[in-house]
T-cell receptor, first 113, second 117 residues
Framework: NAGVTQTPKFRVLKTGQSMTLLCAQDMNHEYMYWYRQDPGMGLRLIHYSVGEGTTAKGEVPDGYNVSRLKKQNFLLGLESAAPSQTSVYFC????????????FGPGTRLTVT | AQTVTQSQPEMSVQEAETVTLSCTYDTSENNYYLFWYKQPPSRQMILVIRQEAYKQQNATENRFSVNFQKAAKSFSLKISDSQLGDTAMYFCAFSPEGSGNTGKLIFGQGTTLQVKP
């Protein structure tokens, strides 16, 4: 099992460009999450999904969109990148209850110049 | 709002000694879950230990244990017999239970722990 994978691992964008981050999990988990990690602020939830075809906003959703067309994939889109979106992005998945461990991907380091 | 606070940005400990990382949280929920995650230099997030709020007994996983004080809303992590491989950033996280629970985590700011040989 690969667990949770993220594509790409690194990316540099210019302000105004768009991109999509792909998260894939092979554990048949219902719930998936996108977080961003910034120095001194821990991880903050951007969007999440509680099942195929569903998405919801987290703590810091502005400037991002998501889609969950297939259960195993969760896409995070930046339509018009801004320097404030420079961060490390983590995807996670879980079986679905509060007790359920979240399994994290390796992260994507995104720099917006 | 539910928040998690880690007041120690950096700590260090000598190999084989014991260290305690602090975490406090704020919530009006009665049932919830608490976690400690480790993030080594590889950046991979790894679950260290977890605690259910309705369980009074403190969780233990090998060299890792917690001191859960529900009334004080405190959840500290104790690492015994520290090893060089314990060098990492440690995050405390909270997940509420109840209707509409989505399993989402609220993280603290993190504590960077360095284990010195």
């Amino acid at each position: 099992n690969a667990g949770v994978t993220q594509t790409p691992k690194f990316r540099v964008l210019k302000t105004g460009q768009s991109m999509t981050l792909l998260c894939a999990q092979d554990m048949n988990h219902e719930y998936m999450y996108w977080y961003r990690q910034d120095p001194g602020m821990g991880l903050r939830l951007i969007h999440y999904s509680v099942g195929e075809g569903t998405t919801a906003k987290g703590e810091v959703p502005d400037g991002y969109n998501v889609s969950r067309l297939k259960k195993q994939n969760f896409l995070l889109g930046l339509e018009s990148a801004a320097p404030s979106q420079t961060s490390v992005y983590f995807c996670a998945s879980s079986r679905g209850t509060g007790w359920g461990e979240q399994y994290f991907g390796p992260g994507t380091r995104l720099t917006v110049t | 709002a539910q928040t998690v606070t880690q007041s120690q940005p950096e700590m260090s400990v000598q190999e084989a000694e014991t260290v305690t990382l602090s975490c406090t949280y704020d919530t009006s929920e009665n049932n919830y879950y608490l976690f400690w995650y480790k993030q080594p230099p590889s950046r991979q997030m790894i679950l260290v230990i977890r605690q259910e709020a309705y369980k009074q007994q403190n969780a233990t996983e090998n060299r890792f244990s917690v001191n859960f004080q529900k009334a004080a809303k405190s959840f500290s992590l104790k690492i015994s017999d520290s090893q060089l491989g314990d060098t990492a950033m440690y995050f405390c996280a909270f997940s509420p239970e109840g209707s509409g629970n989505t399993g989402k985590l609220i993280f603290g700011q993190g504590t960077t722990l360095q284990v010195k040989p």
